[in-house]
């Protein structure tokens, strides 16, 4: 016999494997981050009154949010079995009428109102008054939902944690389980994934002061080191608060749609713990350093927070600006010695990170182009069209690192630091081919979104680092 008691299902983590506040709070940091003062100032109004005012100033496309087949596939079925199916969430009623407008099984919407947060024992008593005890379905997935499950029909779990499934089952043992919570070991790998440790190798460039100046010592290295985990854990921070603010045009990439938050595999809500525990350690460890060590890592901090928040949607800017991200490394390693970046360095630095910023850029634009897009590309400023400028652009620059490389060749500084200098005019060519060669695999579209990460995993690129190091220690011995 085919049921036809109503089924309710709830909105965030559970019909939605995300959740609406955090998003609309995120879109709106995003898009608008000079409202975070009146953001701050609506929080004493209550969680409902915040919803409410979160949703006047940031609407959410319900089309860009993450769902959960199983529930989607329940909720199906009971349209087709001809039963209301209704979406009865805490979110603010306008989003929950924006998510039931976009599927077509949705009979009602109930949402917060602005004064009433609709959850819990308000749920529960919304639900009761309207079907009774026992006259309704309800699809949850947290402990808010335990008085909306007791008083329901049927129970019906999304992915519980074994401690919601024994108090959930110790109020009604015929309860229903859709999908499994990840275990915790899947958790560390996602949350592994989200602080990117892959892209701390660019903090190598620490080194690069030391090394080109030949200061080995154990306490000039060991300084390196603190300070390369110190950036490391600062830039995790960052890389974290830039997938959340980047979440709708994560979702519309290739590649970066499988990245933990963009996908819902993981929580939104983890977020502040990783954020706050990387930045808190990376400030720790800076402060073990010098002083100007210390002011270097919080520009950088300030700088990619500019960046995420708005300069990579800016033509030009975004590659300028990352060009200068990548020189700070530099600049922090040298603060961290108690040395200084000579000229020389920081030209050659410029132009080839500058090359590579626009590389990067370039990549993106490329597959986009090759997807048949003529349009802006998400979140960014450029247009399928501006590939063959940003081409050129990068390589003039790659090809004016390759000049200043050579200027140096004859300055004094490389008298003094090499015994046979002459040896160091092969690093000229191999530097030559290496910038071609990238160049080239970018324009065939066969290049990894970022290319200093590309570099240290491709066979050429390190045939190129070993032929060059050789050439130094020739120049040296």
Not at 20 to 49: D, Q, Y
Not at 192 to 220: C, E, M, S, Y
Request: proline share 4%.
């Amino acid at each position: 016999m085919i049921s036809t008691v109503p089924l309710a299902i709830d909105l965030d983590g559970t019909l939605s494997r995300t959740d609406t506040m955090w998003e609309t709070l995120l879109c709106l940091l995003a898009s608008r981050p000079w409202l975070v003062f009146a953001l701050i100032l609506a929080i004493p109004r209550g969680r409902a009154g915040f919803k409410a005012w979160l949703a006047r100033h940031q609407g959410i496309d319900p089309g860009s949010l993450i769902y959960n087949d199983d529930v989607l596939a329940l909720a199906h079925q009971a349209r087709a079995d001809g039963r209301p199916v209704l979406l009865v969430t805490g979110a603010d009623q306008s989003i929950a009428d924006s998510v039931a407008g976009h599927f077509d099984f949705f009979s009602e919407a109930w949402g917060s109102d602005g004064h009433t947060n609709l959850t819990r024992n308000h749920k529960t008593a919304a639900l009761i008054a309207r079907f009774g005890v026992g006259g309704y379905d309800y699809i949850g997935d947290s402990t808010a939902d335990l008085p909306v499950w007791h008083a329901a029909q049927q129970a019906i779990l999304v992915a519980p944690s074994a401690t919601l499934l024994a108090r959930a089952r110790a109020q009604k043992p015929d309860i229903v389980v859709l999908g499994q919570r990840p275990a915790a070991s899947v958790r560390a790998r996602l949350i592994a994934r989200a602080l990117r440790p892959h892209q701390w190798a660019k903090n190598f460039l620490i080194f690069v002061p030391a090394l080109a100046g030949h200061h080995t010592d154990r306490a000039t290295l060991l300084a390196c080191t603190l300070a390369f985990f110190a950036f490391s854990l600062l830039a995790s921070s960052v890389y974290v608060l830039n997938d959340l603010l980047d979440l709708p045009h994560d979702r519309l990439h290739a590649t970066k749609k499988n990245r933990p938050f963009a996908s819902g595999a993981l929580k939104l809500s983890a977020a502040p713990a990783m954020i706050a525990a990387t930045f808190g350690g990376g400030l720790t460890l800076s402060l073990a350093l010098p002083l100007r060590f210390c002011a270097i890592l919080l520009v950088y901090y300030v700088a990619t927070l500019a960046y995420s928040l708005r300069l990579k949607r800016l033509m030009v800017w975004d590659v300028i600006t990352l060009a200068g991200l990548y020189t700070l490394r530099i600049f922090a390693g040298a603060a961290a010695i108690g040395g200084v970046v000579s000229p020389w360095l920081l030209v050659f630095s410029l132009f080839l990170f500058y090359c590579l910023a626009i590389v990067k850029r370039q990549t993106e634009l490329t597959h986009y182009a090759r997807a048949g897009k003529t349009e802006h590309i998400s979140g960014r400023g450029y247009l399928a069209e501006d590939l063959a400028m940003l081409r050129a652009m990068a390589a003039a620059s790659g090809y004016m690192a390759v000049l200043v490389l050579a200027l140096y060749m004859n300055s004094t500084e490389v008298v003094a630091l090499y015994r046979h200098p002459l040896a160091l005019w092969a690093l000229c060519p191999i530097l030559l081919f290496w910038i071609s060669r990238v160049l080239m695999l970018a324009h065939r579209g066969e290049m990894n979104d970022d290319p200093v990460v590309f570099a240290l995993r491709d066979r050429g690129s390190l045939l190129v680092g070993a032929a060059s190091i050789c050439v130094i220690i020739a120049g040296l011995l």
